[in-house]
């Protein structure tokens, strides 16, 4: 059973930036593929960032390509999103998902955050 934390989450200006965390705990982290995603009000779920295990490989959606990206520190069972010059449509849930599986659907993934709430204000 993996457990999963996020932090980071909060108040963001438009424009600015925010560094999302998540720590693993209860699994060996390096053999879990890790991913953001988030969740609008009356919105689906979407993917944001996925990451692989050794963290050599990375998915980001089209529409947060090149304003997020997502690492890992395998040492410290933790994964990050920073975020740049985010708008108004980035408010949401932002939750970190761990899965055996490598991909961009969240059914890969079996374990799941509490979720921490991004709002950007302008």
């Known amino acids: 059973q993996v457990q999963l934390v996020e932090s980071g989450g909060g108040l963001v200006q438009a424009g600015g930036s925010l560094r999302l965390s998540c720590a693993a705990s209860?699994?060996?982290?390096?053999?879990?593929?890790m991913a953001w995603f988030r969740q609008a009000p009356g919105k689906e779920r979407e993917l944001v960032a996925v990451?692989?295990?050794?963290?050599?490989?990375?998915i980001y959606s089209n529409y947060m390509k090149g304003r997020v990206t997502i690492s890992r520190d395998n040492a410290k069972s933790t994964v990050n999103l920073q975020m740049n010059s985010p708008n108004g449509e980035d408010t949401a849930v932002y939750s970190c998902?761990?899965?055996?599986?490598?991909?961009?659907?969240?059914?890969?993934?079996?374990?799941w955050g509490q979720g921490t709430q991004v709002t950007v204000s302008s």
């Open positions: 998902g761990a899965g055996r599986r490598f991909g961009t659907n969240s059914d890969r993934y079996d374990y």
């Open positions: 209860g699994g060996t982290f390096s053999s879990y593929s």
């Open positions: 990451i692989s295990g050794s963290g050599a490989a990375t």
